[in-house]
């Protein structure tokens, strides 16, 4: 398991857009699964929306992308670089997902090419699915 400092070591990504609390598996270069604790006084939560906080789903998607980042630049050869988002594919919102939750994400990579990276991504509060969809990485 991975703490905020060891993930901070690994992603560029800081406070407020650091959206990855603990990585909780990972193997380099193939996968990798993360938490992070929605609270009430996250930077989003006063204007989406001010009488109904649900977290916006693009920042799920971000999530999601920072596990998946992990999984890319915990690779030797990728130390020290960052992980662009490349592209979106095939995003589904299954579930809002509000404070008080935890969100856990998974992220596989499916499929490397230089420095290009592919994943599938999924996350879920509990054991209900929020969000699924395919994520497309480019290492600069």
């Given amino acids: 398991m991975l703490d905020r400092d060891e ?3 690994i992603l560029p990504h800081r406070e407020p857009f650091l959206l990855v609390d603990r990585i909780t598996a990972y ?3 193939e996968r990798a699964a993360g938490e ?12 989406h929306f001010p ?18 980042a992990v999984a890319l630049l915990s690779l030797p ?14 995003v ?8 008080g939750e935890v969100l856990t994400m998974e992220c596989e990579i499916t499929k490397r090419r230089g420095p290009i990276g592919f994943g599938t991504a999924k996350a879920w509060v509990g054991e209900e699915l929020a969000c699924s969809g395919e994520l497309m990485f480019a290492i600069k």
């Fill in 36 to 47: 992070l604790d929605v609270t009430g006084d996250m930077f989003w939560v006063p204007g």
């Fill in 7 to 9: 993930i901070k070591a």
């Fill in 77 to 90: 050869e990728n130390a020290g670089r960052i992980a662009l988002f490349a592209g979106v594919d095939k």
């Fill in 51 to 68: 009488d109904y906080a649900v977290m916006p789903g693009v920042l799920i998607v971000e999530a999601c992308a920072q596990v998946g």
């Fill in 27 to 29: 193997e380099p270069g």
């Fill in 92 to 99: 589904r919102f299954k579930r809002q997902v509000v404070p």
